[in-house]
């Protein structure tokens, strides 16, 4: 009753304010403060690892000041915590982040930051809602039945809202009349673009701050990771790119029905709204639910798994934020699933619905590329194809020594490769002790860097781990990858054996075409002077019909010589090798300009 009561309130204040009043402009005095905190926190941070990491290191020792090390990261984190949930914007996505990298951080820093996924307050409901018919162009009550008052979520960009949608706003399907249908309405919070311009200006001056320091400057292009993060946070500020984007992950997943985008009202979506159609699934984390609608949760993991693999390496477009309130599982019926050709394995059907596209990440053709050999070598154990893949991609510093790296690799592989995820973060201390030993001197130089590309597929790949080792403990990466791996590396080679014939029956035709005018000329100036072993005489007139025929046959070598470049071209550029196939048509070209002088 209470909420039925809210929404008959919120309706009847969007009735009588048709035309809410504009929205008060942000003072330069808040975005000033809000870079002076910032940045004094900042100045504060390099400053403590000046002291301590530089001055005390010398003055006590490394050992002594390792042992307080992880008490310092964890005040830094609550301080930053507290920053970040009161000021917002960049800073709570930023946090986001680093709460995610597992690889990077300790499990207490990760836990002091893991409160920032729900620590966002949110705007005032009249606010929004003003703003949101400012968007629409319209009183709400003329777009929704409802409109819950209450957000549902309270992002650091956005806020999110459960309403019934007009009829008149659902498009027709399957011939029915349209329907009221449930949808979700994100609507963006006040001044976010000069809110985050201002913390991306915070960030970077810090980030000049930490450049400072040799060691830092030397593994991690910060300016290039801060630039990936500025786009990808830009990109998600406008909510027409995030409705594209769903309409882009939707086509490349239209071949596979057991994968669901819920539709987007691109009619009622504007850069600061977005309204979506409701996903009323199970969470993909909640494992009561799906033991009760009887989803199998090894067939979720690997279902999971597999869209990632082809997001990544297929389609080079993949959903950088696959936490769990953006996934989910819809149970299906046999009947139905039958029907829409979802695949039956073990437990009950299911299609698995991802929603929330303005984090995703692009990947470029060759880094893809690159990446299928990195994990065509992991899953082959081939810790020298390994280490030459990760030097493509940009792993090591410029002097690595390569085949240490490579010795320390074939040691990881003999003794983790095959384990489960969840086994991995139970490897005894004497066991890891033992390689540090035999390895110091890789661990002491570090010759390891983060390259560019990889700031939200290692985001996603750190949380994705930690989501599939809840839904399946026992899921093991390695067996999983084995099948892309294999279709990969015959994919690979099939097309070098198919390369190396196009380019030698290329380079046969080009023999063949290239000698064939010259051989016409040398048997006619024989033919004419004499030379060849005839038994005849040839006449005066017989010798001038023989200059005819020289002169046809001469131009159908040349149209030979057309046709066999123009065909070799054709083949290399069908395979991909644009370079030799372009060399080729511009000799064809000319080929078939000396077939025209010929005529």
Same mark, same amino acid.
């Given at each position: ?399 690595? =020594? @390569?085949? &240490?790296? #490579?010795?320390?690799?074939?040691? %990881? ?6 384990? /489960? +995820? ?122 001038? =019909? @023989?200059? &005819?025929? #020289?002169?046809?046959?001469?131009? %159908? ?6 046709? /066999? +470049? ?34």
């Amino acid at each position: 009753m209470l909420a039925e009561a809210a929404t008959h309130n919120v309706t009847s204040q969007a009735q009588t304010s048709t035309q809410p009043a504009p929205e008060p402009p942000l003072h330069p005095r808040v975005l000033k403060r809000r870079a002076r905190r910032a940045l004094w926190f900042g100045a504060r941070m390099v400053l403590s690892f000046i002291f301590w990491e530089v001055l005390m290191v010398r003055l006590l020792g490394r050992a002594r000041v390792e042992q307080t090390r992880l008490e310092r990261l964890v005040r830094l984190a609550r301080r930053f915590r507290d920053l970040a949930v009161d000021l917002g914007g960049v800073w709570i996505k930023l946090g986001q982040f680093l709460s995610s990298r597992v690889d990077l951080l300790p499990p207490e820093v990760i836990a002091e930051l893991s409160g920032l996924q729900d620590a966002v307050p949110p705007e005032p409901t009249p606010v929004v809602l003003a703003r949101l018919e400012r968007e629409l162009g319209r009183p709400l009550h003329a777009v929704f039945e409802e409109f819950e008052p209450e957000p549902v979520a309270a992002a650091s960009f956005g806020q999110v809202y459960l309403a019934t949608l007009r009829p008149e706003f659902v498009p027709q399907r399957n011939g029915k009349p349209p329907a009221p249908e449930r949808v979700v309405v994100k609507v963006q919070r006040a001044h976010m673009e000069a809110i985050v311009s201002t913390d991306l200006k915070s960030l970077r001056t810090i980030v000049g701050w930490l450049k400072l320091y040799e060691p830092i400057r030397r593994r991690v292009n910060l300016d290039a990771l801060v630039k990936e993060f500025a786009d990808v946070v830009f990109e998600e500020l406008d909510y027409l790119r995030e409705a594209q984007n769903a309409e882009t992950f939707h086509q490349n997943f239209l071949h596979d029905p057991g994968v669901r985008v819920p539709r987007v009202y691109h009619t009622l979506t504007t850069k600061r709204v977005i309204v979506l159609k409701n996903v009323e699934d199970i969470k993909i984390t909640d494992f009561e639910g799906l033991a009760h609608a009887g989803v199998s949760r090894r067939e979720v993991a690997r279902k999971l798994f597999e869209t990632y693999l082809e997001q990544v390496f297929t389609h080079g477009f993949f959903h950088a934020d696959p936490h769990p309130g953006n996934l989910f599982v819809q149970p299906l019926d046999v009947e139905t699933a039958r029907a829409w050709h979802v695949p039956i394995g073990e437990g009950r059907p299911f299609r698995l619905t991802y929603v929330d596209f303005g984090m995703m990440g692009r990947l470029p053709p060759n880094f893809v590329r690159e990446l299928r050999e990195f994990i065509i070598a992991v899953t082959l154990k081939d810790a020298h194809r390994w280490t030459l893949s990760a030097q493509r991609l940009g792993f090591f510093l410029p002097g690595a =020594d @390569l085949a &240490r790296v #490579e010795q320390a690799i074939a040691q %990881l592989f003999d003794r983790f490769w095959g384990v /489960a +995820l969840s086994d991995l973060s139970n490897v005894e201390f004497e066991e890891m002790y033992r390689f540090g030993l035999e390895f110091r001197d890789l661990l002491f130089s570090l010759p390891f860097q983060i390259p560019q590309n990889v700031l939200y597929l290692g985001r996603a790949a750190n949380i994705l781990a930690g989501m599939l080792t809840a839904l399946d403990p026992e899921f093991n990466p390695w067996q999983a990858l084995q099948p892309f791996a294999q279709q990969a590396e015959q994919q690979r080679q099939l097309s070098q054996r198919t390369l190396s014939a196009v380019i030698s029956e290329g380079a046969r035709l080009l023999r063949q075409a290239a000698q064939l005018p010259s051989q016409s000329e040398t048997f006619f100036a024989r033919a004419l002077s004499g030379q060849l072993e005839v038994r005849a005489q040839l006449s005066p007139s017989s010798t001038d =019909d @023989l200059r &005819r025929i #020289e002169r046809s046959v001469d131009r %159908l070598a040349w149209a030979l010589v057309f046709a /066999a +470049l123009t065909l070799g071209s054709a083949m290399l550029l069908i395979n991909d090798v644009v370079w030799a196939g372009v060399v080729l048509l511009v000799v064809a070209v000319l080929a078939f300009a000396r077939l025209l002088l010929r005529s």
